[in-house]
């Protein structure tokens, strides 16, 4: 994994519940270190309540890369992005797991479970933890990120 000794934060809401405990099983089998913030049951929930601990986990340097899973990928995603320091990405294949560490230095990966397979989701972690960012040209675009 390219990152530093900080454990993966992860979270997901009702919907991707059970892709979340299927990546923390391939965790637990890589010997990842990470921090789940929940949901810790299928039970309907609102993704917003493990989001936003998460990315704060990032922002305090407590975790270096994040994990967010809910139906569609787009609420934690929206919610990720309110926090200043978190570039969570969208993505549902691995070229767009890996643009989005090259160019963009995303720091969450935010997953559709109703649209991703176990396996391809898997895919999609590793190239996200395995990809560095590029720098250069990609970080002046990233600076102007923030308000």
């Not at 530093?4 to 059970?18: K, L, R, W």
């Not at 704060?56 to 929206?78: F, H, N, R, W, Y």
């Not at 926090?83 to 935010?110: M, P, S």
């Not at 898997?122 to 960012?133: D, K």
Request: proline residues 4%; hydrophobic residues 40%; charged residues 20%.
């Amino acid at each position: 994994m390219n990152s530093d000794d900080n454990p993966v934060a992860i979270c997901s809401d009702h919907a991707g519940y059970e892709l979340k405990e299927f990546i923390l099983d391939w965790l637990t089998a890589k010997n990842i270190e990470f921090t789940n913030f929940g949901t810790y049951s299928p039970d309907s929930c609102d993704y917003a309540d493990f989001v936003h601990p998460l990315a704060e986990a990032i922002e305090d340097g407590e975790s270096t890369l994040g994990i967010a899973i809910c139906g569609s990928g787009q609420g934690v995603c929206m919610t990720a992005n309110k926090h200043q320091d978190i570039r969570g990405a969208l993505c549902w294949n691995t070229d767009i797991a890996k643009l989005a560490r090259q160019h963009n230095n995303a720091n969450v990966l935010c997953l559709p479970a109703r649209f991703v397979t176990k396996e391809d989701a898997i895919a999609i972690v590793e190239v996200f933890f395995n990809t560095p960012f590029e720098g250069g040209r990609h970080q002046t675009r990233i600076d102007k990120m923030p308000i």
